[in-house]
């Protein structure tokens, strides 16, 4: 045999070599296809693994009844059955909040009798206010408005300058000049 | 033995073709007798999937049913047809994961809530184990047990996944939504401990003869 006893697996090698013969590095794989002695050893290890199962499958008993499906078809797929808890679950929340919102108090609103008197009392507040805001304006009756000085408060005292300059603009020497009034 | 022979040993039971395939698509489409067909094809191996998680014949039973039932509510969810069996046991192990949780809680409360079997349950007289076979079989889950119990959670899983449930490498790690290599690493290292566990191979050798 061309194969030295130094290139034999090594039983870490052999494990591998049973778990899956793929993972060992090609050199060893090739041993291992031509040398007897290592494959008498792997062949051991899957033997004895192999004799396991059997045994397990001797020492088991076989089911002593055949099983059945459900009379009932329960075909269901996953989407129905999620979707049926869903729309349960919705329907459930929503009946809840609609009979939370019938049960509020809700303030009555301006409709019928109640709500035409309301609406002559603000309007006779707002003319009432109007009244009083056209006093603090003018407080004379109307008849005397015509006669009265200032017709109008709306006063522009801007307007009278080029009339009449104010006194403060004119110097006090013109007046001595023109009246020959004495300072002192 | 020839690589061939031991190819054979070790192989995973089928895992279907375009027959299986088929039955599958059917059933998507609502079809109940292809889904009875499946559960025909595929009722032992829940089972005894089942059978050895639990230990107990009554309970393995209760759970296949409820696998199944599963199955047949959820098949149209079913992505990829050739994925079926990877899937069932995928649904197989979380019910028996939701079991084994709900056992222990009871037997937090209850001194009777082990319900394992020591040998196995006589069906009817007609398969009514001999004594001898009742024997082994009770030492056979004892030191089956012993030696489960040294390995990790994930270890345990992937390995009779592989040796005892003859699911591909690729299976276990579509039921357990694992990589190739992470199931890998771990069937290294389960395999390693079971090479080291010498009773077993022992018994494995009075098995047989």
Redesign the interface.
């Known amino acids: 045999m061309s194969t030295s006893n130094e290139l034999h697996l090594d039983d870490d090698q052999l494990v591998w070599a049973v778990v899956d013969e793929a993972e060992l590095p090609l050199p060893l794989r090739e041993h291992l296809s031509t040398c007897p002695v290592c494959r008498a050893n792997k062949a051991q290890t899957a033997k004895n693994l192999s004799r396991l199962g059997q045994m397990a499958e001797r020492f088991a008993p076989l089911p002593a009844h055949s099983i059945s499906l459900p009379v009932k078809e329960p075909r269901s797929t996953t989407r129905w059955s999620w979707g049926w808890q869903t729309y349960a679950g919705a329907a459930v929340a929503a009946a809840l909040v609609l009979a939370v919102f019938w049960r509020t108090p809700v303030p009555p609103g301006p409709s019928g009798e109640n709500g035409n008197m309301m609406a002559t009392e603000i309007q006779e507040a707002e003319q009432f206010m109007t009244e009083i805001a056209m006093l603090v304006d003018n407080a004379l009756p109307a008849v005397y408005l015509d006669i009265s000085a200032e017709p109008s408060a709306d006063f522009d005292e801007e307007l009278m300058e080029p009339v009449g300059p104010s006194v403060e603009d004119q110097p006090l020497t013109d007046n001595y000049r023109k009246r020959g009034v004495s300072l002192c | 033995?020839s690589?061939t022979d031991?190819e054979k040993?070790?192989a995973p039971a089928p895992t279907g073709g375009p027959k299986l395939t088929s039955l599958v698509e059917e059933a998507q489409a609502?079809g109940?007798a292809a889904?009875?067909q499946l559960?025909?094809h595929f009722?032992?191996d829940i089972?005894?999937m089942a059978?050895?998680r639990t230990r107990s014949?009554m309970d393995?039973?209760d759970l296949?049913?409820e696998v199944?039932?599963q199955a047949?509510?959820?098949i149209?969810?079913l992505k990829e047809v050739d994925r079926f069996r990877s899937w069932l046991f995928q649904i197989a192990l979380n019910r028996i994961r939701d079991f084994n949780r709900k056992k222990r809680f009871r037997n937090l409360f209850s001194a009777f809530g082990d319900t394992r079997e020591t040998a196995?349950?006589p069906?009817?007289a007609s398969?009514q184990p001999e004594a001898l076979?009742n024997l082994?079989?009770q030492d056979?889950?004892k030191q089956?047990e012993l030696f489960l119990n040294k390995l990790s959670r994930m270890e345990r899983e992937v390995f009779l996944l592989r040796?005892?449930d003859?699911l591909s490498?690729k299976e276990i790690s579509q039921a357990l939504a694992k990589s190739e290599s992470t199931v890998?690493t771990h069937?290294?290292r389960s395999?390693?401990k079971?090479?080291a566990e010498h009773s077993?191979?022992q018994l494995?050798q009075e098995?047989?003869a």
């Open positions: 033995m690589q031991q040993d070790h609502g109940r889904f009875e559960m025909g009722q032992k089972f005894r059978y050895y014949s393995a039973e296949t049913q199944f039932l047949y509510k959820k149209s969810s196995k349950t069906a009817g398969d076979d082994m079989a056979f889950w089956i040796f005892v003859h490498i890998k069937l290294y395999i390693g079971f090479k077993i191979h494995l098995g047989v």
